[in-house]
């Protein structure tokens, strides 16, 4: 028999209680950039003192610190790859990361460097035990034919028994010249193509991350987590967004209760805390973003 209270929630008068986060917590390395720089040991060792469990990795994580991520019981989950190994574009692509290496200060990429191919990326994934592959941006130059690109590295990658999926920015939700690339992409792609859906773009961006997670249910591989400043601007484009934009989670204006019972909802496999920039020590950004979730309550 249903006890008292279960049945006058059942019955609407009184609500079900709220149930604390409990999936296990992971990040996209590249918010500690600046710590594994300097102590590559230490990060991954204060990672797992943190409580992250998943990682969301580059090829040179696995190559570098291979040893260091299994030492700490951190398990990779998805991989990003360079847009070129599906579009075939490096020179786009060289051209982009030379831009990204004067705004961060970061020393710029060579000219001859590796072009890998997709069979190579799945074989460095499939040592480490990766789900899935995917790309993080795709450049103006790589837009047009990109579906199609896609559709073929998820074939290929199903071979090895690894999935792709799809990382988003601002630009997708650009509706001026026609459908949205997003809608485009989950009405065109292999239903296999998985999703992470960027909260912080999606928001900038001008859409609803819940909504998008009532869309693309049951083909959302992960989130990527972090807040929205109050007065962040809503645009298409993300190379003008000020750094003081983005937030730890709990510290801007993104309804998290809405957001994780919708994720629940959707089947969300993975929870990814990244920040692009923080204000000060990478680790302690990531404490709070820890320690906001793990105090979540998800409605019933």
């Known amino acids: 028999m249903l006890n008292r209270r279960l049945f006058l929630a059942l019955a609407g008068a009184l609500p079900l209680r709220a149930a604390r986060f409990s999936k296990p917590i992971g990040i996209n390395l590249y918010t500690v950039r600046d710590s594994l720089a300097k102590d590559a040991a230490g990060t991954y060792q204060a990672l797992h003192a943190l409580g992250i469990r998943e990682l969301e990795v580059r ?83 790589e837009r047009p034919n990109a579906i199609g690109h896609i559709n073929r590295a998820t074939e290929e990658l199903a071979k090895h028994g690894l999935g792709f999926y799809y990382h988003n920015h601002a630009w997708e939700f650009d509706a001026g010249k026609g459908p949205r690339f997003l809608d485009r992409l989950r009405q065109e792609s292999d239903p296999r193509v998985k999703l992470e859906l960027d909260l912080f773009w999606a928001t900038i961006g001008g859409d609803d991350p819940v909504t998008l997670l009532q869309t693309w249910k049951g083909r959302v591989a992960s989130l990527h987590m972090k807040d929205v400043a109050r007065d962040a601007p809503r645009q298409k484009t993300e190379m003008s967004i000020p750094r003081t934009a983005f937030k730890e989670l709990g510290a801007g204006i993104l309804d998290w209760p809405r957001l994780l019972a919708a994720a629940s909802a959707a089947g969300v496999g993975h929870y990814l805390i990244e920040q692009d920039y923080t204000e000060g020590d990478p680790l302690d950004s990531v404490r709070r973003s820890v320690a906001f979730l793990k105090q979540a309550e998800i409605p019933g």
């Open 59 to 141: 090829p040179n994580h696995l190559r570098d610190h291979g040893d260091l991520i299994r030492r700490n019981a951190l398990k990779p989950v998805h991989m990003f790859i360079e847009s070129a190994v599906i579009t075939g574009d490096w020179e786009a692509g060289l051209a982009m990361q030379r831009a990204m290496a004067k705004q961060m200060n970061l020393p710029e990429p060579k000219a001859d460097g590796p072009r890998p191919t997709l069979a190579e990326m799945a074989a460095l994934a499939k040592q480490f035990g990766i789900e899935r592959l995917g790309i993080s941006y795709l450049l103006p130059a």
